[in-house]
């Protein structure tokens, strides 16, 4: 193994093995959130990884408050090959030292939303449970409730930090574009370019996809990396002071279907970490990932054996 290969599953190890002690022995009979497979454990890497820089360039340029939204929040955790727990992104904060002002979660599921204020109550620190709110909403009416669609009057009194984990087309282009246009708000959205392709010549599909990219020059479109492109390039068009840059991160699952991490932010120093987390994220692969949380889990096996 190259010394290259060796710091990536290191890296990856370490990670997993961070986010999986904070909640192996939690035990409960609640729901889980449903599981797509050990690729998917990369999007809750990205997450973890770009919290803590987030929270530090917002305190080093005097924000006043920054803000967590999940409105894709599942139950909290996931059951790995129905035995490990894994905790979902809305846990995923809580556990880190660099802490937000405030948790905006919500979930569409009854049971998810039941067992995820269960879960929550692992926290012993009641300034941060004082900090939570779940809601049983769907997904576009939280966004008008917490996104004006505006920029705010005074630039550094909120910004925001959007995990939008969406299964689907969920997400309408016009609550993306009220997203983008209210302030400083970073984003990390999981763009589902296989279901785009699989549905793009279903005409009963058009009028689903037309929202969700908000107009129909996508239907000129053929290839998955020209769909990614060009939603980034209407994403690339909004911003205050700056503009937004996006990263994307093309990750497919062992059955070969894609989607997409969209990374996008209007600072320069969110642009440098979230390119550097792009790289990072590139680097690693299912079956490192796989190979990394058997170790990280305490099993003993030798490295050379995920390569």
Request: net charge positive.
């Amino acid at each position: 193994m190259t010394s290259k290969k060796l710091d990536d599953y290191d890296w990856t190890k370490n990670r997993l093995k961070y986010l999986f002690d904070n909640v192996k022995d939690w035990k409960d009979d609640l729901v889980y959130t449903e599981y797509l497979g050990i690729w998917s454990m990369k999007k809750l890497i990205a997450l973890d990884y770009y919290i803590e820089p987030f929270v530090k360039i917002l305190r080093k340029n005097n924000f006043k408050k920054w803000v967590f939204v999940d409105p894709f929040a599942g139950s909290g955790l996931f059951k790995i090959n129905d035995k490990f727990n894994f905790p979902g992104s809305p846990l995923i904060p809580l556990f880190r030292r660099e802490q937000f002002h405030k948790y905006l979660l919500s979930d569409v599921n009854q049971k998810y939303i039941n067992a995820l204020n269960l879960r929550i109550k692992n926290f012993e620190n009641i300034e941060i449970l004082n900090n939570i709110e779940i809601k049983k909403i769907d997904c576009n009416k939280r966004i008008n409730e917490i996104f004006s669609g505006s920029r705010p009057n005074n630039w550094k009194d909120i910004a925001y930090l959007v995990f939008l984990d969406s299964y689907g087309l969920d997400i309408s282009w016009d609550n993306m574009a009220r997203i983008l246009n209210s302030g400083p708000v970073d984003i990390i959205f999981t763009f589902m370019t296989w279901g785009i392709v699989r549905n793009k010549n279903i005409i009963q599909s058009r009028p689903k996809l037309n929202k969700f990219f908000g107009d129909i020059h996508w239907q000129s479109l053929s290839k998955q990396d020209d769909f990614v492109e060009y939603y980034c390039k209407k994403i690339q068009k909004f911003g205050h002071y700056k503009k937004y840059k996006t990263y994307n991160i093309a990750i497919e699952n062992l059955k070969g279907n894609r989607y997409d991490l969209i990374l996008a932010t209007q600072s320069e120093g969110g642009a440098n970490v979230l390119n550097d987390l792009r790289k990072k994220i590139e680097s690693i692969n299912p079956k490192m990932i796989e190979g990394a949380f058997s170790v990280a889990r305490g099993e003993q096996r030798q490295i050379s054996e995920f390569y």
